[in-house]
C-alpha cells in the first residue's frame, strides 16, 4: 500500500488554491515526504507556492536544539528567510510574525500524545492565527503509535499548560489533523483551517507499516520503540527518577543511583504486566538528571506492542518504586516560581500522584479516568478522518 503524506497530497492536488498568497511555514526535522526531502524544499520549488517566513518548533526547524534549550530566531542560510522561534521567549507567533502573512502552514509530525509539545505549538499557531486573521492549512501525518488507542486521565483544564493545552487523554488515538478541528471547534479556538488528509493511511497502523521513513522529530525519541513508551514514561520526568535522557535509550531505560537494579526488574517482572519484561540496566548519563553518574534501574522492553498499555505499565513501575524507595523517590519541584508541579501538568491533574502517594489501588485509580475517556471518545468520533 502507498501512503501519500499530506503534504503530497497538498502538492500534487491543491496547491493551486494558494497561488498568489504569501505563505509561512512551521516544520522540524521530520517535515518530509516519503524521498527524504523536506517540506520547506517542496514547497519552495513549487510554482504556486510564495514562502516568505518559517517557523521553528521545539528542537528548531532543523532539530539542532535539546529538550528545553530555546529555540533562536534567525535567518536561515540556506533559504535566506526568517526562520521565527516558537520555542523561546514566547511559545505562539506574535502579531508582528503574522503580519503579511495570508496564510500558516503547519506540517509537524506529532507523536500522538498530549504531552508532545508539536500538538501545543500547532494549536497555539491557530490560535494566533484566529486572532490575526490568518488561514491555517494543516498537513496531516500519521498518529505513529496507531490512531485508535486511549489511554490515560483526562487532562483538567485547571493544569493546561504547553505540555497540555486541552482536556484530553495522554494518548488520544488521533492525528494531528484530527486534533487540530477538533480542537478548533470544540475548544472554541475558531480559526479558518483546512486538513489536508493523507491518502491510504489506516487507523490501526504503527509507522512501521506504512511504509515511509522514520525520522525523529525529537533528539530524544530516536526509535518507534521509544515513542511506543513515551505515553507512560514521559511521566518519570515529573519525579526524581531518570527517565534515560543522555543515554542510547531514553524514556526506554529507568533509573537512578539509589535503585537496585535486579530487584527492581524482578519485581516488576513479577507483575506480568502485558507486552512488557524488564531488564536490569547500568548507565551513566551524559546529560540531565544525575549527570555523570552511575545509575542503576530497569530497560523497559515492549513484548506485544498490541497488548501494552505504556501508562499502566509506568504506574506500576512508580507504584513498586515509591513502596521500596520511600527515602529516595521525590516529585519533581516546580518548574517555574508559582507554578504547578510537573508530574501534575503532565498527568493533567493532581489525581495520579495523590493516589499514587496515598498508595491507593491502581485499578480504582485507573477505573476513575474512564467517565472522561469514553466522553473524550464520543466527542473525537465525529472529526476522524480515516
Known sequence: MTIRLGLEVFLEETAEGVAGKLLGLVACPSSVDRELRSSVERLRRHPAIDLVALFGPEHGLRGEAQAGAPVATYKDALTGLPVHSLYGD????????????????????????????????????????????????????????????????????????????????????????????????????????TVIPMDGWKRDMWFDDTGLPFVPSSPNLPTLDAMTLYPGTCLIEGSNLSEGRGTTKPFEYIGAPWIDALQLADQLNDLDLEGARFRPVYFVPTFSKYHGELCAGVHICVTDRERFQPVTMILNLLQVVIAGYPDNFAWRAPWAAGSQAPIDLLSGSTALREGLDARRPLEELIASWRPGSEAFLRLRQKYLLY
Not at 503580519?99 to 505549538?121: E, H, K, N, P, S
Not at 486572532?131 to 487532562?155: F, H, M, Q, W, Y
Not at 494518548?171 to 475558531?190: D, F, H, K, P, S
Open 90 to 193: 514566547a511559545r505562539r507567533p506574535s502579531p508582528d510574525m503574522l503580519r503579511g502573512i495570508d496564510a500558516i502552514i503547519i506540517d509537524l509530525q506529532d507523536g500522538g500524545v498530549r504531552f508532545y509539545t508539536f500538538l501545543a505549538t500547532a494549536l497555539y499557531v491557530m490560535e494566533a492565527a484566529a486572532a490575526a486573521g490568518c488561514k491555517v492549512i494543516l498537513l496531516d501525518r500519521p498518529a505513529p503509535i496507531t490512531g485508535n488507542r486511549i489511554e490515560g486521565p483526562l487532562l483538567d483544564a485547571d493544569f493546561a499548560s504547553f505540555v497540555g493545552p486541552y482536556p484530553m487523554p495522554i494518548r488520544y488515538g488521533m492525528t494531528i489533523g484530527e486534533m487540530a478541528q477538533l480542537a478548533n471547534t470544540e475548544y472554541g479556538i475558531n480559526c479558518e483551517l
